[in-house]
């Protein structure tokens, strides 16, 4: 049996085994698994490979994205740029095997978010700075549209602010709005980031990287204005699709 999964803290909510359950049962592999590493502390990592599975290649999600990066012999270009890895290809060779990082969040997010995009879309405001919001800024850099993250840290980075400080003309100013934080995913469907939403037109982008439920308080409080939203589900299909390229590259 060759054996896929993914690395993370609790995964009760994990959308990737789902996924690729349901991947390997239309695509007739029958000889493929996809199951949930639930790790207490990235030190455990290495056990995988001790379990007596065939790993074939692995998924990861947060808090472990950064971590993860010590225990890998190879990190993919655009990976080491973002800081953060979700997809390790296991590289076999005759005497030992290698660890290859990569970051597909950057696919996902990029092919979920271009299509909505227009020329007046030059300014970003992230909501969040996890692990997450490392590939969200990579893909918007490349896209040319410059960008300010709001946190909840006690000391703030370049280009950060507090949400306390997102006034009504940071709203106007910043059109492309992405929740990265995880407010507002089921059960607590309710929650969504303190905005003045209140400022919000029909010109703005509200990106909520939350797929559960599939319309989120968040993508509400936009709709009510006319702006354009999106879910993370696509993003997640994306990403999902680029690992299972690199596994079988």
């Known amino acids: 049996?060759?054996?896929?999964?993914?690395?993370?803290?609790?995964?009760?909510?994990?959308?990737?085994?789902?996924?690729f359950t349901e991947k390997f049962k239309n695509l007739n592999l029958n000889d493929h698994e996809y199951v949930n590493f639930e790790l207490d502390t990235?030190?455990?990592?290495?056990?995988?490979?001790?379990?007596?599975?065939?790993?074939?290649?692995?998924?990861?999600?947060?808090?472990?994205?950064?971590?993860l990066m010590q225990f890998l012999d190879e990190i993919d270009e655009g990976a080491a740029a973002v800081g953060a890895v979700n997809t390790i290809k296991v590289i076999r060779q005759e005497n030992k095997t290698i660890l290859k990082g990569y970051n597909t969040d950057v696919i996902g997010f990029r092919k979920a978010l271009e299509p909505l995009l227009t020329a007046e879309h030059k300014k970003a405001l992230i909501l969040g700075t996890g692990g997450a919001s490392k590939a969200i800024k990579f893909v918007l850099e490349k896209l040319g549209i410059s960008y300010i993250s709001a946190s909840i840290e006690d000391e703030l980075n370049e280009n950060e602010i507090r949400y306390e400080d997102i006034?009504?003309?940071?709203?106007?100013?910043?059109?492309?709005l992405i929740n990265a934080t995880p407010l507002g995913t089921h059960p607590k469907v309710n929650d969504c980031p303190s905005l003045p939403y209140c400022s919000l037109t029909e010109n703005h982008i509200l990106f909520d990287l939350v797929y559960n439920p599939e319309v989120t308080k968040f993508m509400k409080k936009g709709l009510k204005k006319g702006a354009k939203v999106k879910n993370g589900l696509e993003m997640l299909h994306g990403q999902a699709e680029g690992a299972w390229d690199i596994w079988n590259s």
Do not use: A, H, W
């Open 167 to 176: 006034t009504g003309d940071v709203i106007k100013e910043y059109t492309v």
């Open 1 to 19: 049996m060759k054996t896929f999964g993914l690395i993370g803290y609790r995964l009760d909510y994990s959308f990737s085994k789902g996924y």
């Open 42 to 67: 990235i030190k455990d990592f290495p056990g995988i490979f001790e379990s007596g599975k065939e790993i074939g290649g692995l998924n990861c999600t947060i808090p472990y994205k950064q971590e």
